[in-house]
């Protein structure tokens, strides 16, 4: 160890820094994960209220990975772990006002309401459109509209973004956002023969795809899993902001802000786990051009708000996941989710527990008005399209000023300019929402790629857990 006070330190103490601290831990790094917050979980935030179980940030995850079930296995939380109720496979879109489910089968999809006759006509052309040029970067809405036609993508794809991202498909870089649609059509030519000529080849990846995977969550919500891997490890410090890395000799130095007024550390590697802003901030001194890539990765606000009502006061049956609205039916709000029928336990038998989300890079302005003016509009738009009462039994609204990071048009570039400061500062990682993908379970995968990569930097062995 020499003078170092740990081989590596993580910066950050949501699920990504926490993940790759607890593989690095395993392996028997010696690993010091300082966190900003009061707590861990960043993003992830579960708490209860009014007997009811409310998310400020992810509701469920996707399993999209073996990695996820091993992580809750080694935590010993298996026991907590919940399934997404049978109800909640349903998926409702809204066009023209109505809330139209989402067709979940090809039987389903040539019947549905939700898309013309033209939009369905328009889908047999797609084995014959020719490949985009691989080199070219091409927005989502572009790819889209190319194979699949305008109205698939105002109706599917344009609300799908706004559900995962809060994003727009015209600003978002298929090739980054989605790069299995990508190499499906770099590999195969289309979408359609990908389906059906990659069959054989995900029959033999472990990876499920986000349409396959089970939805999971915990008893007392995702903030188990955050907090399972806080307890566990040996040396985690709160309220401890990093404000200063210093690049040096074989090590770096880093500055903490704590309760105690401020500590240097010492480490052979440090893995930065936080947000792109606070990353471009800490590296700013001495990788400039990095810095910039970071800090130009845009993180639109979005605003959260639970709400409760008597169940037998709303129309809509609420079965299913919840609803998503496209931009073109010029509402409000991005979607809800009916979190009550989502899991078992959110909320009394007697209740509905709904989580609507609003902003997002379709309207920024209004994820940033008052807490009244938000539940205002959450009210009134649950009202009309749901047939809620106009007022709820109680409400909560949580601000994430800088919600999800986009990964737009030219995000590829910010990547290479990345990990230029990763190969020229032998020991800077970089691990977090901002890359390798923003769903739970991508940033899990994420975080045992970064912690093998610093597993062998050190010269830990490789094979090891
Ligand atoms: C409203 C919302 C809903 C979502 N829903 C879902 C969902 O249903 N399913 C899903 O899979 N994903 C969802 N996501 C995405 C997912 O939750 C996030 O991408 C993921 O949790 C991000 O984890 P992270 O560790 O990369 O970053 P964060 O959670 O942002 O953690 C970064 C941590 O770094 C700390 N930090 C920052 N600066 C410093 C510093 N200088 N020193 C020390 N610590 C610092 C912060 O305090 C924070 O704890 C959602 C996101 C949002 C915002």
């Given at each position: 160890m020499g003078d170092f006070d740990a081989d590596v330190i993580v910066v950050g103490g949501g699920i990504s820094g926490l993940a790759a601290a607890w593989r690095l831990q395993r392996r028997e790094v010696r690993v010091v994960l300082l966190e900003a917050a009061p707590r861990a979980g960043g993003t992830i935030g579960s708490t209860r209220e009014h007997a009811c179980l409310l998310e400020s940030g992810p509701n469920s995850a996707l399993e999209t990975t073996p990695l996820i079930g091993e992580l809750i296995g080694e935590l010993g939380i298996t026991g907590e772990r919940i399934a997404a109720q049978p109800a909640a496979r349903s998926r409702y879109i809204l066009r023209d006002n109505k809330l139209i489910a989402l067709p979940l089968s090809p039987l389903a999809f040539l019947t549905t309401p939700l898309f013309s006759a033209g939009a369905k006509l328009r889908l047999f052309r797609e084995p014959f459109i020719g490949r985009g040029a691989r080199a070219a970067e091409e927005s989502v809405a572009d790819f889209v509209r190319r194979r699949l036609g305008s109205e698939i993508l105002d109706y599917a794809i344009n609300p799908f973004v706004a559900g995962v991202y809060a994003g727009d498909p015209a600003t978002l870089s298929l090739q980054a956002a989605f790069p299995r649609l990508f190499e499906l059509e770099q590999k195969y030519g289309g979408l359609i023969r990908g389906q059906l000529l990659g069959a054989r080849e995900r029959a033999r990846n472990p990876d499920q795809s986000k349409q396959a995977a089970a939805m999971l969550s915990f008893r007392d919500g995702m903030q188990t899993l955050t907090d399972a891997i806080a307890r566990r490890l040996a040396h985690i410090e709160f309220n401890a902001e990093a404000v200063r890395i210093v690049a040096g000799g074989n090590g770096f130095g880093i500055t903490v802000n704590n309760a105690a007024g401020g500590r240097n550390y010492r480490a052979r590697a440090v893995l930065l786990a936080t947000p792109a802003q606070a990353a471009a901030g800490l590296i700013a001194p001495f990788a400039p051009q990095a810095a910039a890539a970071l800090a130009a990765i845009p993180y639109p606000p979005v605003a959260v708000v639970v709400s409760a009502y008597?169940?037998?006061?709303?129309?809509?049956?609420?079965?299913?996941f919840g609803f998503l609205v496209p931009q073109r039916e010029r509402r409000r709000i991005l979607g809800a989710i009916f979190s009550s029928t989502l899991f078992a336990g959110r909320a009394p038998p007697d209740l509905a527990l709904l989580t609507t989300f609003i902003g997002g890079m379709r309207q920024p302005e209004l994820a940033q008005l008052p807490a009244g003016e938000i539940t205002a509009i959450a009210q009134s738009e649950l009202s009309a399209l749901i047939g809620a009462p106009a007022r709820a039994e109680w409400v909560r609204v949580t601000h994430w000023p800088r919600a999800i990071p986009q990964y737009t048009l030219g995000h590829p570039g910010r990547i290479a300019r990345i990990e230029q400061a990763e190969s020229d500062f032998p020991g800077l990682f970089f691990c977090a929402n901002y890359r390798g993908g923003i769903a739970v379970g991508d940033c899990i995968k994420s975080a045992d790629r970064a912690a093998r990569r610093v597993a062998a930097l050190l010269g830990v062995g490789a094979s090891a857990a």
């Open positions: 008597r169940r037998e006061t709303i129309a809509h049956a609420l079965d299913g």
